[in-house]
């Protein structure tokens, strides 16, 4: 228990760091206005008024909130019933069922969002943890900045003695591109900025389970094996690793999300212990449950397939100066 609470909190600290303020809006998709909507996913940030959320298949929406929006708990099934809660109850990592309506912006105007009572408790209590981490993301950002700062500072006076020799021999073509290389300097700085919430995904790996099943067995270590072999022979320069969980639809929902979360909490472990993996390269890690399978539930080869954990190789755009 101590080692999950562990490795949950590096997780939270990089979830952190890697969305930043910026709100992700790019990739984000548009509802057009007036259409219906009905979106099943996570909350990924949250302000007074919206939400940004993300489905299980990568896909963006914003929210719009309102007071007239009718915020409900369910205690049976999924999404039925349950009791009535607050717009602050909202909270980032929560997973949430949104229905409303497009409006001229292509945000959803949610009419009511639904979640699951035990979900908002992990929410809750991720919540408690992600405040004293952030605002030491935030310090390290700070002091982070100020070097970039100076660094830019001489970087302007060195361009700036440059340019005073340029002028003194008459050369107008020099300074000229002077200011060229600085603004394409500007630019690339900016690219870099705006690429760190943006992924291209490089590879998924798949890893089957037994029916109720969380443990490793040498076939599962065999894949993982394998895979980390290869991404040795590779430039991993931005790579991020994302851990999702998933199972069949045998048993209860609420059992089997709590079984894909130990799933994925069985193949971090392995990657930590046996390859080293830095818990600073995971990103969004969870049990999705029952969600988005991969083939039909209704036989046994179906079913086999949907027991997994689908480790995802990741290039964050930005450190990879890709973007």
Request: glycine residues 8%; charged residues 25%; aromatic residues 4%.
């Amino acid at each position: 228990m101590r080692i999950n609470r562990y490795i949950a909190t590096c997780i939270i600290a990089c979830f952190a760091i890697l969305v930043g303020t910026s709100a992700a809006q790019t990739n984000v998709t548009s509802v057009p206005d007036g259409q219906k909507a009905k979106v099943l996913g996570y909350i990924n940030q949250r302000s007074e008024e919206r939400l940004l959320m993300t489905t299980l298949d990568g896909a963006k929406y914003v929210v719009q909130l309102s007071p007239s929006t009718s915020v409900k708990s369910n205690t049976k099934g999924v999404f039925r019933g349950g009791g009535k809660y607050e717009l602050s109850h909202l909270l980032r990592g929560l997973r949430v069922q949104v229905e409303g309506r497009g409006n001229t912006e292509g945000a959803i105007v949610a009419d009511s969002v639904r979640f699951n009572e035990t979900d908002l408790r992990t929410a809750q209590s991720l919540e408690s943890r992600m405040d004293p981490l952030e605002q030491n993301v935030a310090s390290n950002t700070s002091r982070i900045g100020a070097n970039e700062e100076n660094d830019k500072r001489q970087s302007g006076q060195i361009e700036e003695n440059t340019a005073l020799a340029n002028r003194a021999q008459g050369t107008a073509d020099s300074a000229m591109s002077a200011a060229e290389k600085a603004q394409l300097t500007a630019d690339r700085a900016n690219n870099r900025i705006n690429g760190l919430g943006d992924y291209d995904e490089i590879k998924t790996i798949v890893v089957n389970f037994s029916t109720g099943k969380y443990v490793l067995d040498a076939k599962g270590k065999q894949v993982i094996d394998e895979a980390a072999a290869w991404v040795k022979t590779q430039n991993t320069k931005g790579w991020m690793v994302s851990v999702v969980g998933f199972a069949d639809s045998t048993g209860k929902t609420d059992a089997n999300r709590i079984l894909s979360e130990r799933r994925a909490n069985t193949v971090i472990g392995y990657l930590v212990s046996q390859h080293n993996l830095p818990l600073t390269k995971l990103v969004e890690p969870f049990g999705a449950g029952i969600d988005n399978p991969v083939a039909a539930n209704d036989t046994a080869e179906g079913r086999a397939q949907n027991r997994r954990v689908e480790i995802r190789l990741l290039s964050n755009k930005g450190i990879a100066g890709t973007n």
